[in-house]
Every structure is written in C-alpha cells, then in structure tokens.
C-alpha cells in the first residue's frame, strides 16, 4: 500500500444527532488504536441543528486535534434518508475498507484494528464484531448484542447468502467491507434496509467474518429499536413487512442474474411462502425448519391466536 492509499474510510450519516451522545461517540471515535484512516460525514438535512456546529463539535473534540484525524463534512441540501446517504458517503470514500458509524454509539478503543486485522488475514469480503448493549444513559444492559438477538445468532463464512436472505445479523454500524463490494450495491428492494443488502451482496462475493470480541456499545433508545417483530402486530403485518420484502429482496437477485449455493431450492421455499403453499412450505423446509414450522402456526391458527402469540414475543 503507497503512502497516499487509505486503509480505512469511516463514514458516517447523521440526522439531528444527540449533542451528548454525538460528543461521546467523537471521542470513541478519535481514540482508535488504528490511524490509518479517514473519516467521512454526510449531515441528512438536519433542522435542529446547523453544520457550521457540527463542523465545531468535531474540531471540539481534543483527542481529534491532538491526533489531527482527518475529516470531510457535507450537508444534503435536503432530507434523503440513511439508505441514499450512506450511498452517497460510499462512493466518496477512498479507502480499501469502508466502516460504517452511527451518530449515538460507543467505540472501543480497538475496533477499527480488530476488523481490519481480521478481514485481512481471512481474506474476508465483509468482518463484524459482537457487541455490548447500553441504554439511553450508557448503562450496560447486555453483554451481548448476539445474546440479546438470539434467533438471529451469527452467522460466518463462506456462501452463507441463504441465510443472509432472511436474516439481518450484521448491523450496519458494526461492519468493515471491502470497497470493491459496493460495485454490486445498488437498487436495493423495498422494505430491505441498507446494511441487510450489503451484507448480501458481500456474501455472495467471498467470506464473511465474524468475531466474538465486543468492539462497540451499542444504544438502545426510544427512536432506533428495531426487532424482527417491531412493527407487525397480526398476520398482514407478518406478510407486508417480513415476507413481502424478502419476496422482492428474491426478485432483484434474480434479475440481476447474482448466483449463490442452493437458490433453485431457496427460492422454492421463498416463494412458497409468500404464496402460502403449505406443501412447498413442508417440501422445502430445510431451507430454512424455524421460518417453516413458524409460518404454517400462522396459516393454520385464527387471527385472534396470532395476536396474542405476536405481543407475547415482543416482550
């Protein structure tokens, strides 16, 4: 690597960050282990707060001039969304590696060198990490991030797209990837976050890595909790925000002709439920024997069941 090339580009999309919570990430932040680095800021149109002043929180921040950290900030001239804002930061940075940030969480002091040792020694296309959870007041109350999410688990190595077709377990603000990725990063299908779709893509390109060391506190709050099950509370719910989108995530691989182990089968068993065929559903069910015995529960139970078994787990 020339003097001039870049390890890493952190960026990061920020909308009206938390001032205090913003401080305590800058300092996380400027107090990484690795500096081979740069750090890219996109500000998504903010309306309570001004650029000039999240320009200064950085330049505020002693350990960042202390150790002069480069940095570019911009502001959209109007509100994009994370999904078109980190595109936007992606094909501005210039390292071999991008990291992703959000605005409110909490760095340990070697997450950026423990990624990156590891992707680069597995030759891995995409590295993540554990991590501990906190709440509003950076009270920890998980260990782990994984424990908390347990029907996700983790999941590593190779040609494991399957998998990642239904299950998000690789957020965003906890993941280095090869730059290179992001050529097949585009047209991401509708209720599919961003990170999920990278992590696809990524998979279907090389080697996933995932490390069980806690790299980052990550915040729990009232405006990001998101679960499996946030936002569906009966069966149009299930069907509108869990099977619709992971039937449309199947069409755009399709059409984009992108190829991975067993998707004949996969796509049966996709398919099939969206469709709500209880025989393909049985036939294919080792794709994915949760997801199976789960969604014929639903088919087969009355409604008024299915609301109560939903509020119970969400608790």
Known sequence: MSEKDIAITVVM??????????????????????????????????DKISISELTDLIKDCTAFQEKKIPFKIWRNNKNIGSDQTYRKLMAFAEGEYIAFCDQDDIWEENKLS??????????????????????SKGVQIKESYHDKRKIFGHISGEERTAELLTRNCAPGCNILVKKEVIRQYKNIPQGTYWDHWLNIIASTQGKIIFIPEKL????????????RFNNIFDKNDYYKYRLKPLYDRMIEMKKRE??????????????????????????????????????????????????????????
Not at 119 to 135: F, N, P, R, W
Not at 220 to 226: P, V
Not at 284 to 306: H, M, N, Q, T, W
């Open 13 to 46: 999309a920020v909308y009206n960050p938390p001032i205090d919570w913003f401080k305590e990430l800058l300092e996380s932040l400027a107090m990484q282990d690795f500096s081979d680095v740069e750090w890219l800021i996109i500000d998504d149109a903010s």
């Open 258 to 315: 992108i190829h991975f182990l067993n998707e004949e089968k996969v796509y049966r068993f996709i398919k099939a439920r969206y469709n709500k065929n209880l025989y393909d559903m049985w036939k294919y069910r080792s794709c994915g024997k949760v997801d199976a015995y789960f969604e014929i529960f639903l088919i087969l139970l009355p409604k008024c069941i299915i609301k109560k078994v939903f509020k119970w787990i969400k608790k």
């Open 114 to 135: 423990r990624l990156y040792e590891e992707i680069v020694k597995h030759k891995g296309v995409l590295a993540y990490a554990d991590m501990s959870v906190i709440d």
């Open 216 to 227: 980052m506190r990550y915040r729990i709050h009232g405006t990001n909790q998101t679960g």
